[in-house]
């Protein structure tokens, strides 16, 4: 065996750019720091790359813990070609553009006061249920504005929800006529109020038409490359998306806090999908383990600073 | 003919309208307001001419429609199989009604016999 580079340890200064941090952790470049820095030299080459189909696949509670913005910017910069999510991100993210919020909380409270209390609690975020209240209001007048003649694809859905928000994830995505797949809508608020809607209601939503145009685009690209957070719904959809065309993912990036000996998609390696013909034998990848609240924001910060340069 | 209420109002063992048939209501729960949005009511019924169970599930507040269940009672003016004539002991309407198969026996000509009607529908009903 070799050994590669010396290990170049860190040194920090006040006033350091993101950019000169990475490049500090890329010096370092051992365990998740290593692979953090890693991650931003794969972003960066796979944004720059014009032939590349660009995936963004979002899953766990982010949008409650602060990540709306992030991915909403990212769209608006042509960052996101496809962006697949669970129906709870999207959930959060129409909540917030209705003007409601998620507060500061703890995890070190009693969960029945809160419940008497009608507040929800994600680990240290609190969301009261008036939010719930006010989503339940949108969502009834969304489906009883639409039409019952023919039915609608979860993608058109998701786009007449973002056509009728101020800002956003589903704002934006729709301002710039990027998809949104949510394979799992019905497992969502979205869809609980569906079913409710459809009580009274005759509005069709087929769950299978987006994969024609997934797979549409699939087909004719060149080149794909992932960034998933998580793993779940989100990213089994989107690795298996490639799997009937002759190519796989040459680029890709996961930020996770699982491990792979639990079974979990989320903990799974990049690696592991190697042998499933998801990834490419010759892909860039690298999979960090943290909690993505901190390294999200890291790295496209660190990417934004390489692709201005 | 129906009257508009609204789904909180309900009563068990009172009539709603689910899918244009009048129903009766067998039993309502109620859901707290959460995650899932104002409170609701769960109503199941039982259709009260075609004995079809239904449910539906709205907001306590949602608009909804309580069809009016008239009892009347009907001169039996002939019967051919299982189909009387009746003429309304009140109105002195002439109309067909289905004889069910269970109180066949009760239904004779030149008596009168119990009826429901709502909704522009009719079924004899002796209780």
Known sequence: ?????????????????????????????????????????????????????????????????????????????????????????????????????????????????????????????????????????????????????????????????????????????SKKNIPVFCPALSDSMIGLQYWLYKQAGKLKIDAFT??????????????AGVFIIGGGVPKNFILQSMLMTPNGFDYAVQLTGDRPDLGGLSGATLDEARSWGKVTPEAKAVTVYADATITLPLLVAAVYERLEK | MKEQTEVGKLKEGRYVVIEDEPCKILGIATSKPGKHGAAKSRIDAVGIFDGVKRSIVQPV???????????????????????????????????????????????????EIGYIESLGKRKISID
Do not use: W
């Open chain 1, 1 to 173: 065996m070799e050994c590669g580079e010396e290990v170049r340890h860190i040194r920090l200064k006040a006033g350091m750019t993101v950019g000169e941090l990475f490049s500090e952790f890329k010096g370092a470049g051992a365990y998740n720091g290593g692979a953090l820095a890693r991650a931003c030299d794969i972003l960066q080459t796979m944004y720059i790359d014009k032939e590349v189909l660009k995936f963004f696949g979002f899953a766990g509670a982010m949008v409650p813990a602060g990540m709306r913005a992030i991915v909403s910017d990212m769209i608006d910069k042509g960052l996101i070609d496809i962006l697949v999510s669970t129906g709870a991100n999207l959930t959060h993210d129409i909540i917030e553009a209705l003007g409601c919020h998620h507060y500061h909380g703890s995890s070190c409270v009693s969960d029945v006061d809160l419940r008497k209390d009608e507040i929800n609690r994600i680990y240290d975020v609190f969301l009261p249920n008036d939010a719930f209240l006010v989503f339940e209001t949108f969502m009834q007048d969304l489906f009883s504005s639409l039409s019952d003649d023919s039915p609608y694809s979860i993608l058109q859905i998701l786009n007449e929800i973002g056509k009728r928000l101020p800002n956003g994830i589903l704002a934006s995505a």
């Open chain 2, 61 to 111: 507040s949602a608009k909804t429609y309580v069809p009016i269940v008239e009892r009347k009672s009907g001169q039996v003016l002939s019967i051919s199989g299982t189909t009387a004539q009746l003429m309304d002991m009140k109105e002195y309407t002439n109309f067909e009604i289905p004889i069910p198969d269970d109180i066949a026996d009760k239904v004779e000509v030149g008596k």
């Open chain 1, 210 to 223: 987006d994969m024609n145009e997934l797979l549409d685009s699939c087909f004719n690209a060149k080149k």
